[in-house]
């Protein structure tokens, strides 16, 4: 069965554009680490605060990498965990009709 990509755009404003390149590379590794981690529950078999807990989890994980060694690239690593934990946080939102502009 051949994989279909889908594709994001957006438009970067102005004010932004010098983390351009930033912002590639982070969505990147956050789609990377998702796709590694699909195996695990989804946002709809998770409580919130069972998801507040894992993000807090991640920000740990991200201070000590980052006290161990800033350097190691496991501390950029780190922080597209914490990202996808808050993105399950807004999907689980959403899929309980939470709404926003």
Known sequence: ????NNMIIACIPPEIEKYTEY??????GMLV???KNAHKDTPTMKSIPEIIENLREE???FEEQLALDKFD?????ELF???????RGYVALR???????
């Open 1 to 4: 069965m051949d994989k279909m």
């Open 23 to 28: 912002l590639g590379a982070f969505l990147d």
């Open 33 to 35: 680490k998702l796709v």
């Open 59 to 61: 920000v740990i994980e």
């Open 73 to 77: 690239e496991n501390t950029l690593v």
């Open 81 to 87: 965990d914490t990202a996808n934990f808050a993105l």
């Open 95 to 101: 899929l309980q009709e939470v709404e926003h502009e």
